[in-house]
Nanobody, 120 residues
C-alpha cells in the first residue's frame, strides 16, 4: 500500500499562482516516476507533468512555460508550481506515482484529487 497526500488546491483568479504538493509514503522501494494529471468536467484525464528518476520532466504543451514540477527524492514528494493560471486550467488535479514496492512489484497509484478553480 502507498499513501499519496495531496495539498495546495483552491480558488485563484486568472493570472494567479498555486502550488500543489504530493507526498508518497508506505511500501516504497523505488519511485520510477511521479507527477500530476488533471481532469476537467466532461473531459478525459490528461497528463500535466511528470518527472522520472534521473530523467527530464515532461510537460503538457498547454502548461509548458507556466508550470514547474520539482521533486524531493528524500521525501518522496513532488511540487507543482502553477503560474499564470487560466480558466482552462480548472480541473481536479491527481497525483500519480509509478513505483516499485518492497516486494519488488510495480504499481501505478493515484491520489484522491485536489480541486483547482481559476475564476474571477
Amino acid at each position: 500500500q502507498v499513501q499519496l497526500v495531496e495539498s495546495g488546491g483552491g480558488l485563484v483568479q486568472p493570472g494567479g499562482s498555486l502550488r500543489l504538493s504530493c507526498a508518497a509514503s508506505g511500501s516504497i522501494f523505488r519511485i520510477n516516476a511521479m507527477g500530476w494529471y488533471r481532469q476537467a468536467p466532461g473531459k478525459e484525464r490528461e497528463l500535466v507533468a511528470t518527472i522520472p528518476s534521473g530523467g527530464s520532466t515532461n510537460y503538457a504543451d498547454s502548461v509548458q512555460g507556466r508550470f514547474t514540477l520539482s521533486r524531493d527524492n528524500a521525501k518522496n514528494t513532488v511540487y507543482l508550481q502553477m503560474n499564470s493560471l487560466k480558466p482552462e486550467d480548472t480541473a481536479v488535479y491527481y497525483c500519480n506515482t509509478d513505483r516499485i514496492n518492497i516486494a519488488m512489484k510495480r504499481f501505478i497509484s493515484w491520489g484522491q484529487g485536489t480541486q483547482v478553480t481559476v475564476s474571477s
